[in-house]
């Protein structure tokens, strides 16, 4: 299959090259061309703008850091003009409903260019295992058709077609606002306390028998406690930038999300304090100052995918 792939960060990067490695004709674009090195290594193609990296393919598939770079790309680059009419565009960033919708009311629609939105989960590691999850909105028809193309870059069991075009968007950022949600919980909870006293190992083993044992406790905070590490592979601009899509999407169809805006705040104080590149995972950094101590725990590193 020809396949255009524009955006090679910490994500992309790995989704192009799995399907390079799958043997499909791959066309790569990024404004940073060095982000490319690796893929024409493996035999894939370099393009200078998203308009040239879009002509003549099957199938576009962006992976960008936001709604408004998505649509610089596909409108004022010119990308979804340069679409075949039948062509397929495949927006795997975590952008909006919204954002795509212009693109399609100004130009796709017309010209008769289908589309599809794919966010995935699943942080950089499952990118580079091509284990991600993949959440798609968009005609079932056309889910079918691209289904062992994103089998290339996800998890089988865990490519869920969930609805409309749009409907990835939405669940994606849901799911993003939980875990940030439950993220913030926990540090909460870590740091009230462990001030109070009680040992951070012996309050953690003590949560993950209880009743608010969560995901995110058992082991997406390993790595913060086996190694201080707070995940840079996904940036807290990025994260707050999700969040913020995440509580204007709720003020858009009427729910006060209250709680979802308060750890927008959270998010963003971690962002001024440790900076744009930090990892996701920063605002437990917060908490630890708070609590007076770093959480650290003799454990392996689990990697949570
Ligand atoms: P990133 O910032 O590492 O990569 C984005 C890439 O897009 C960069 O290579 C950048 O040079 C390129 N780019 C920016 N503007 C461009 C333009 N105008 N034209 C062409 N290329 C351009 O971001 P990422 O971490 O790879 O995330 C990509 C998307 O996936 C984001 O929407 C993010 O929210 C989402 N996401 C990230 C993760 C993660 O763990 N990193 C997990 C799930 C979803």
Redesign the pocket.
């Given at each position: 299959m020809k396949i255009g792939f524009?955006?090679?960060?910490?994500?992309?990067?790995h989704m192009a090259r799995h399907l390079i490695l799958a043997g499909h004709d791959v066309t790569v674009?990024?404004?940073?061309p060095e982000?490319a090195l690796d893929h024409l290594g493996l035999g894939a193609r370099w393009v200078d703008s998203?308009a040239t990296c879009a002509d003549g393919v099957d199938v576009l598939i962006t992976?960008?850091?936001?709604p408004g770079?998505v649509e610089?790309?596909l409108l004022r680059?010119g990308a979804a003009e340069a679409l075949s009419p039948g062509a397929l565009w495949i927006d795997?960033?975590?952008?909006t409903p919204a954002a795509a919708q212009r693109i399609a009311e100004e130009v796709l629609d017309a010209r008769g260019v289908r589309r599809l939105d794919a966010?995935?989960?699943?942080?950089?590691r499952?990118?580079e295992a091509g284990l991600l999850q993949i959440f798609v909105g968009g005609d079932a028809g056309d889910f079918r058709e691209v289904l062992p193309l994103l089998e290339v870059l996800g998890d089988p069991a865990k490519i869920l077609h969930v609805g409309a075009v749009g409907h990835g968007y939405t669940v994606?950022l849901m799911i993003n606002l939980l875990w940030f949600g439950h993220l913030v919980a926990a540090a909460e909870v870590l740091a009230v306390g462990v001030k109070a006293g009680v040992d951070l190992g012996v309050l953690r083993s003590a949560l993950l028998a209880g009743p608010a044992a969560s995901h995110f406790l058992e082991h997406d905070v390993l790595s913060v406690l086996a190694d201080g590490d707070y995940?840079d592979?996904?940036?807290m601009v990025?994260a707050c930038?999700?969040l913020g899509l995440a509580v204007d999407l709720a003020r858009d169809v009427g729910v006060p999300a209250e709680l979802a805006a308060l750890v927008e705040r959270i998010f963003r104080r971690a962002k001024a304090a440790y900076g744009d590149r930090a990892g996701?995972m920063s605002p437990v950094r917060l908490y630890e100052k708070w609590a007076g101590q770093d959480f650290r725990l003799p454990l392996p590193t689990v990697p949570a995918v």
């Open positions: 524009i955006g090679l960060g910490n994500m992309g990067r674009h990024d404004v940073r982000a998203p992976m960008l850091p936001t770079v610089d790309v680059g795997m960033s975590t952008s966010p995935v989960s699943g942080m950089a499952g990118a994606k995940d592979s996904f940036a990025l930038k999700d996701e």
